[in-house]
């Protein structure tokens, strides 16, 4: 699968546009109180859905970036700790480079993650006061605070440049892609990586479209986590 | 008291009491049972409670273990164990610890050092959460913990870090005393903290409470009604804290009571109406046939009579044995009676012998005269009573005479008017002689008025007409009579006739002229029926003979009989 464009430099780059289909909702939202409260009476704030058609919401959370070892442009981001929530809590950056985690809320945070590509704990800091991580290795990186496990975030560490979120419609695009042969990736927290290759030529449209999950008979499904 | 009344009322009043004893008895006895089964029902209640309540806190510490291994809240912990000094970090632990709450719906958490100083905590007030003061919060390891009006029950647990002891979770309830199906308090040292007693206040029941020792069962008194506590032993509060339940025996065996003494109360007013009706019956059986005695008596006693009693009328041996004595009394009385009567003729007709006896010529005067006014008196019709007067009254007419000498009595010839005056004394001196005799009374108005006349010329008092008795009257008719017959030393007696005329020639100024015409009659009549002494007057029946035809019954006072019996 690791079809590698040789010589970019020479050749006139080119933009990967494309849609992404979400045909379900994905995400478990917990939205009814503790059976307990029901049974005491007492009024509770249902935890409701997402403000957004939740499809919007999955689509705005599919990550697509092309495989392979190409140019990488690494760059600093911010993931804030603000009411209990990282926001954004999917953010997608190039290896090598640095997110920030500043703590907005007046209570202590902690930031954890055991996944493979980056393994860390920063501790717990208080109100204002930030820690920061580099992310050399590809990869995703689940990120989790210990002291508030409603708390969770996905960084995506993607191995080059090429790479973006749908949009609320689910367009995507990948621009300046040289032209060549690639695998587009997209990959959803809860469905999983979809792969297609593309052929990616100048002065033509270069579309590429996802449908998340798979038809029910489409057998790959979410393998390859 | 009547023998009836009596007998009904010792009859019905023991047994009236022994009723009434036996049903106050029987009602406390019941009534105790009752107690008793509430007693128990209570304790019932009270170990059931206990067992759902066991099983619950097997269930709470289950839960409380888990709770405990929340990493979570070990990482809270390990934070504020860390910033001690932080206010930022026991918000975050309370934020957590709100978040645990509103989950599990618990009121209270708290985290405590390894010592047990409470870093922090949150609990439930008016169904908000709110963070704890923990500066003055000292929960126990496990009981009761008030917090303003609230009373939380608290169970801990440790929240181990491998094997090291990082702290201690407190997790508790409101306290609620509608788990209890009975009314309940809580204590605090003798205060009482809460009561599920509506309408009483607190100190009230604190005040009633205050004989009862911590863990034991005991009765009080509240507002006039009987309360059972019981200490709920199975639930443990902490030191000094009592759960008791408090219920009244009187409520709620109020029930049970009221039928119970309408039950009594019929049975009892049942059973004593049955008594008084078996006692009236009793006594009416006892009492009637001594009612017939004593009825029978009084007829007797009304006549003056002694009869035979049937002996058979009564069915009863005791009456039957009384009749029967009582009729050998009568017996006896009457026999006596009898012998009192002949003693006292036979006494009387002596005393006569013995006066006439002293002269040969007035030998059988007072006899004669006796006889023939008992005839008199017979033909006026006189009564029983007056013949029997008159028969013993003219006996002794002439008794005074034993206080006059023999010297003027027997004097022959013509008396002298001194020796008049004494022999004029007699009447008076008989008088005297007998009124100090009770049985001679009724005699007396013949033996001092013999000699008084019809016009009033008479001796002792000179009384006219009627105002002498008849009997008197009588007498000195027929002693005039006698007088003028019979013979004397000095001279021969009279003829009847002349005797007869001299009586009549005097009759309305010396004697009654009512009664001379009378007298000569029946002297005419018994010179008839004995033609052979006509020639002399006449010879009439002994004294024996006619006393013994007097009735029997009338010579012995009446008195007498109603006295003896």
Redesign the interface.
């Known amino acids: 699968m690791f079809l590698s464009v040789v010589g970019l430099s020479t050749v006139r780059a080119a933009d990967v546009e494309g849609m992404v289909k979400i045909q379900h909702k994905l995400t478990k939202h917990r939205v009814t109180a503790?059976t307990?409260?029901y049974?005491?009476g007492?009024?509770?704030r249902l935890a409701s859905d997402h403000a957004d058609d939740p499809l919007t919401f999955e689509r705005m959370r599919v990550v697509i970036y092309l495989e392979g070892q190409l140019a990488s442009d690494p760059l600093t981001a911010t993931m804030e700790q603000k009411n209990?929530m990282f926001i954004p809590d999917t953010l997608v950056i190039p290896a090598g480079s640095t997110v920030s985690f500043p703590n907005l809320d007046?209570?202590?945070h902690?930031v954890f993650s055991l996944s493979k590509p980056k393994t860390f704990d920063l501790g717990?800091y208080?109100?204002d006061h930030t820690r920061t991580i580099t992310f050399s290795k590809p990869g995703i990186v689940y990120v989790d605070c210990?002291?508030?496990?409603?708390m969770a975030a996905v960084i995506v560490v993607t191995p080059n440049q090429w790479s973006a979120k749908a949009d609320a419609a689910g367009r995507i695009v990948l621009a300046g892609v040289p032209p060549g042969s690639y695998t587009v990736v997209a990959w959803h927290r809860a469905a999983g990586f979809f792969r297609q290759t593309i052929r990616v030529a100048e002065n033509r449209a270069n579309i590429v479209s996802f449908v998340i999950p798979l038809e029910e008979n489409g057998a790959m499904a979410v393998a390859q986590r | 008291m009547r023998f009836a009344t009596r007998t009904f009322l010792w009859s019905f009043i023991p047994f009236a009491f022994l009723l009434l004893g036996s049903f106050w008895a029987i009602q406390k006895l019941v009534e105790h049972t009752v107690r008793d089964g509430l007693r128990s029902s209570l304790r019932q209640t009270h170990l059931s409670i206990a067992r759902v309540r066991s099983e619950n806190e097997l269930q709470n510490s289950r839960f409380l273990k888990m709770l405990g291994e929340n990493?979570?809240l070990k990482?809270?912990l390990k934070?504020i164990l860390?910033?001690p000094k932080?206010g930022?970090?026991r918000?975050?632990v309370e934020?957590?610890l709100r978040?645990i709450c509103?989950?599990?719906?618990v009121d209270f958490l708290l985290v405590s050092d390894p010592e047990g100083a409470p870093l922090a905590g949150v609990m439930r007030f008016d169904?908000q959460l709110v963070a704890m003061d923990i500066a003055r919060i000292r929960p126990p390891q496990r009981g009761l913990m008030t917090a303003g009006q609230r009373a939380y029950q608290v169970v801990s647990t440790p929240i181990d870090q491998g094997e090291e002891n990082i702290g201690i979770l407190s997790v508790g309830e409101l306290f609620d005393f509608s788990e209890f199906t009975t009314p309940a308090l809580l204590a605090h040292n003798g205060t009482i903290l809460k009561s599920s007693i509506p309408g009483i206040p607190l100190e009230e029941v604190a005040s009633a409470l205050k004989g009862c020792k911590e863990q034991s069962e005991c009765e009080v008194r509240l507002r006039g009604e009987t309360y059972i506590s019981l200490p709920l032993e199975s639930i443990y509060f902490g030191e000094g804290y009592v759960l008791r339940s408090l219920q009244s025996i009187d409520s709620a065996s109020r029930p049970v009571q009221a039928i119970l003494r309408n039950v009594f109360l019929i049975a009892g007013l049942g059973a004593l109406l049955a008594a008084m009706i078996l006692s009236v019956l009793c006594s009416r059986s006892i009492g009637k046939p001594i009612k017939v005695m004593v009825s029978d008596l009084r007829e007797s006693e009304k006549t003056g009579l002694l009869p035979e009693f049937h002996a058979t009328r009564s069915s009863i041996q005791e009456i039957r044995d009384l009749r029967e004595s009582f009729n050998r009394a009568g017996a006896a009385i009457r026999e006596a009676r009898k012998a009192l009567h002949r003693a006292y003729v036979e006494f009387v007709g002596s005393l006569a012998s013995a006066l006439d006896a002293r002269d040969r010529y007035t030998a059988g005067h007072s006899r004669r005269v006796s006889e023939f006014s008992c005839a008199i008196a017979h033909a006026v019709n006189a009564t029983s009573e007056e013949l029997d007067e008159i028969r013993i009254g003219a006996l002794l007419h002439d008794i005074g005479k034993i206080g006059i000498a023999d010297s003027v009595l027997q004097k022959p010839g013509r008396l002298t008017k001194e020796e008049y005056t004494i022999v004029q004394q007699h009447p008076t001196i008989g008088r005297r002689i007998l009124e100090g005799v009770h049985a001679f009374q009724r005699y007396l108005a013949i033996v001092e008025l013999h000699h008084e006349n019809w016009n009033g010329t008479g001796y002792p008092w000179g009384l006219r007409g009627d105002a002498t008795p008849l009997g008197a009257r009588i007498v000195h008719i027929v002693d005039a009579y006698d007088a003028m017959t019979s013979d004397r030393p000095y001279r021969r007696g009279m003829s009847h006739e002349d005797a007869i005329r001299v009586l009549q020639e005097n009759a309305g100024t010396q004697f009654d002229p009512e009664i001379v015409p009378i007298f000569e009659k029946i002297t005419n009549i018994a010179l008839e029926r004995r033609p052979a002494i006509s020639t002399s007057v006449p010879e009439l029946q002994s004294i024996h003979n006619l006393a013994d035809a007097v009735n029997e019954a009338e010579l012995v006072p009446k008195g007498l009989i109603a006295k003896d019996t």
């Open positions: 503790p307990s409260s049974e005491r007492a009024a509770v209990r007046p209570i202590f902690n717990n208080p109100k210990h002291l508030h496990p409603n | 990493a979570t990482a809270g934070l860390a910033e932080r930022d970090a918000l975050t934020d957590q978040e509103e989950t599990l719906h169904e």
